[in-house]
């Protein structure tokens, strides 16, 4: 068992994720993974990693390729069994989300799906390749009604069935329209501008449904971001959730590798128009520094120049690479979304405005009549403080 004084060393296992969280890899990490594999590994803590980071599909593929004998046969089948039980769930979900649109469609619901099977297709070139739980899909606030009338009469139920009730008051709003079908274990999450509310500034969905473009799914296109604009959104949800997962950096640099003809001006002034420049160096810094992507110099210069971001990419880094992960606390989760944004006032006006916010973990909490929902901006920062308020640790597996 690793001590406290060394728990923060990059441990082997953590290395292996890194070099095996990539769908291609060079001579030079196919060695290293070769290297590592010859000295002692705890399978265990290496499986749960992988599941808890969402790339257990590339693990495999990379060990079957580069040392196909290496693991334990427990692990070996354990491997194999997780991936293909993620096949047909990936399968399963793209079929899924084809249906859910054609209805939106029918309805004259204007829908962007985006992550999950999208991004798999997008970035991946290969759905079985990332792992994904649910399906994301971004709609305009005032078509909610329908697309909730169309989701429930799936079989999905409502997480928060109360929101959209007559009387609700109108301030409550999710970070996303939750809807769950247990008997399937099938989760849809609608998304709108309003609940978008990790975006630096209100996003303009009519802007985004206007610019489009198809992605084959299966046997059909579906239309969906851009890969321009893609990168950012891509971004700013890494962002969002501190870049605490190693698939969220592998599908920046994915769609990245896999778009060398990226227009890097529509990339800029998309992330200009959503203030979120910061937020689109930071995930290409770590795509970098994590996965060894390679931008075009002028790109790299303008990432490089941006000394906040490195930093803050430099930090992620260390902390995808310690065993045991730890969470942020309060304060620095806070310290976080205050570095976001360019500008000190900026910054702090971004922080703050997440900080007091409230979401549906606040709901959970108290549930207040409608006349004093304003009281959950005074709550929020103190369920934050009790939820976050020491470093927390993701559940590791036992070492063996």
């Not at 994301?136 to 109360?162: C, M, N, T």
Request: net charge positive; proline share 7%; charged share 25%.
């Amino acid at each position: 068992m690793m001590t406290p004084a060394n728990e923060h060393i990059s441990s082997p296992e953590k290395r292996l994720l890194v070099c095996c969280a990539r769908t291609k890899l060079t001579p030079e990490v196919a060695s290293t993974i070769r290297k590592i594999l010859t000295g002692p590994l705890d399978w265990d803590y290496l499986l749960w990693e992988a599941q808890e980071n969402s790339i257990t599909p590339l693990l495999e593929r990379h060990l079957s390729a580069v040392a196909p004998d290496a693991a334990p046969a427990a692990s070996q089948e354990q491997l194999k069994k997780t991936c293909r039980a993620n096949t047909v769930r990936c399968l399963y979900l793209t079929a899924e989300l084809i249906n859910i649109l054609r209805l939106f469609q029918a309805q004259k619901i204007p829908a962007i799906p985006y992550k999950g099977p999208v991004v798999a297709a997008q970035a991946y070139g290969d759905f079985a390749l990332r792992e994904f739980e649910d399906l994301d899909i971004i709609l305009r606030q005032s078509d909610l009604p329908k697309a909730h009338e169309i989701i429930v009469s799936l079989g999905y139920k409502p997480k928060f069935d109360w929101i959209l009730s007559p009387g609700a008051p109108a301030s409550l709003v999710p970070g996303e329209y939750n809807y769950r079908d247990e008997p399937r274990r099938t989760l849809v999450e609608l998304h709108t501008e309003i609940t978008l509310r990790h975006f630096p500034v209100k996003p303009d969905l009519d802007a985004f449904i206007r610019n489009l473009a198809p992605v084959r799914l299966s046997d059909r296109d579906i239309l969906t971001f851009i890969a321009e604009d893609l990168l950012t959104m891509l971004c700013i949800h890494g962002s969002k959730d501190f870049w605490e997962r190693l698939t969220w950096i592998a599908d920046v640099s994915e769609l990245v590798q896999s778009h060398p003809a990226l227009d890097w001006d529509r990339v800029a002034r998309f992330a200009a128009s959503l203030h979120a420049t910061r937020m689109l160096n930071l995930g290409l810094a770590l795509a970098v520094r994590v996965l060894d992507a390679s931008l075009p110099p002028e790109v790299s210069a303008g990432v490089q120049a941006d000394r906040v971001a490195c930093q803050v990419a430099a930090e992620v880094r260390q902390g995808l690479l310690s065993r045991p992960f730890r969470t942020l606390d309060a304060a620095g989760r806070f310290h976080f979304r205050r570095r976001m944004l360019a500008g000190t006032l900026d910054g702090w006006r971004y922080a703050m405005r997440l900080a007091v916010v409230p979401s549906e973990d606040d709901w959970q909490m108290m549930r207040l009549p409608p006349a004093l929902a304003p009281l959950y901006v005074a709550l929020r920062p103190l369920r934050l403080l009790q939820k976050y308020g020491w470093a927390g640790r993701r559940d590791v597996k036992p070492l063996s």
